[in-house]
């Protein structure tokens, strides 16, 4: 079962997704709790491997209005967690030129917070406005069906 905290649409806008993975993520007391409140933020993040690791960097997790002093920093980079094989994968395909590594969703399984991340590869500006004129003729089709009904 999982419940969803937060998406990243403008991945699917910006990027073509290649593979996905899921990664556990390393987080601070207050930071589960604020993700729980749904306080995150994926706008402008990426992962990126250091030494075998992989490291979320830009990812906003709002500070936890309840904390005390031992209260998180809202962009600090997080450690995210996968096998050594998924990690190789990942480190290999970031390699090839226009790779990257991106979160695509933060979600809750089995009561631990988890992130879904791609390997994605830049959309041009033609690619972009290709993908919008796909989607609006598959709606104007989808009316089209509704309207003979």
Known sequence: M???????RKAFHDYHILDRFEAGIELKGTEVKSCRARTISLNDAYAKTEDYELFLYNSHIAVYEHGNIYNHEPLRKRKLLLHKREIRKLIQAT?????????LKFYLKNGMVKVEIAIAKGKTHGDKRETLKRKQSDMEMKRAISSRK
Do not use: D, S, W
């Open 2 to 8: 999982e419940k969803i905290l937060t998406e990243n």
């Open 95 to 103: 390699r090839e030129k226009g790779n990257t590594i991106i979160p």
